[in-house]
């Protein structure tokens, strides 16, 4: 079994930061990848950033690039978000998800089977 919870969240003003973390407990994490996913109210979970065990690879919505980070630390089993000039539309209650299957590309929700009790980011404009 594994155990993710996400911490970070807040109420930002836009163009403001944020950093979210995931810290994992439950098995070894460092071979596995992770993934980031939001949800906004009334809206479908979305796909944000994802990260290979290695780190090598992070992949990125479109709405977020150039502006979020991820990355790893696989000696504290944490995984982190880094969220730069934030924008309203960032708004939504953040996932971190461990990654089970390979299906799929790292943006493919389905892969994913164990997920944190999520962090709600809020941005005002």
């Known amino acids: 079994q594994v155990q993710l919870v996400e911490s970070g969240g807040g109420l930002v003003q836009a163009g403001g930061s944020l950093r979210l973390s995931c810290a994992a407990s439950?098995?070894?994490?460092?071979?596995?990848?992770m993934g980031w996913f939001r949800q906004a109210p009334g809206k479908e979970r979305e796909f944000v950033a994802a990260?290979?065990?290695?780190?090598?690879?992070?992949p990125y919505a479109d709405s977020v690039k150039g502006r979020f980070t991820i990355s790893r630390d696989n000696a504290k089993n944490t995984v982190y978000l880094q969220m730069n000039s934030l924008k309203p539309e960032d708004t939504a209650v953040y996932y971190c998800?461990?990654?089970?299957?390979?299906?799929?590309?790292?943006?493919?929700?389905?892969?994913?089977?164990?997920w944190g009790q999520g962090t709600q980011v809020t941005v005002s404009s």
């Open positions: 998800a461990d990654r089970i299957f390979n299906h799929g590309s790292l943006a493919t929700i389905g892969d994913y089977g164990y």
């Open positions: 439950g098995r070894t994490f460092s071979s596995y990848a």
């Open positions: 990260i290979t065990w290695s780190g090598n690879t992070t």
